[in-house]
Nanobody
Framework: QVDVVESGGGLVQAGGSLRLSCAASGRTFNAYRMGWFRQAPGKEREFVACINWSSGNTYYADSVKGRFTISRDIAKNAMYLEMNSLKPEDTAIYYC??????????????????WGQGTQVTVSS
């Protein structure tokens, strides 16, 4: 069992920045990758970014490339999402997800085993 907890959401003006954190815990935690997804009101949950846990390789959705940066701290079992140049369309609940062993495509929700409860990000215009 893996517990996943997000933090760092909030209200920010367009053009501003936020940093999300995700803490994963559990006996002998390990992962193939961790990712961030988001869900805006009335829309489906969508992939934002992910990071390969061992190599540190990163992948981004086109909509956030160049503005968001994903990183991880293996010693702390933590993952981060630095969000810059935020836009109103970035408003959503952001979810942290863990893929313990490779289960499929990085942007596919079903590839991830464990999910946090989400943290709200609101960008005002």
């Amino acid at each position: 069992q893996v517990d996943v907890v997000e933090s760092g959401g909030g209200l920010v003006q367009a053009g501003g920045s936020l940093r999300l954190s995700c803490a994963a815990s559990g006996r002998t935690f390990n992962a193939y990758r961790m990712g961030w997804f988001r869900q805006a009101p009335g829309k489906e949950r969508e992939f934002v970014a992910c990071i390969n846990w061992s190599s540190g390789n990163t992948y981004y959705a086109d909509s956030v490339k160049g503005r968001f940066t994903i990183s991880r701290d293996i010693a702390k079992n933590a993952m981060y999402l630095e969000m810059n140049s935020l836009k109103p369309e970035d408003t959503a609940i952001y979810y942290c997800a863990v893929d313990r062993t490779y289960r499929g495509a990085r942007s596919y929700i079903g590839s991830y085993d464990y999910w946090g409860q989400g943290t709200q990000v609101t960008v005002s215009s």
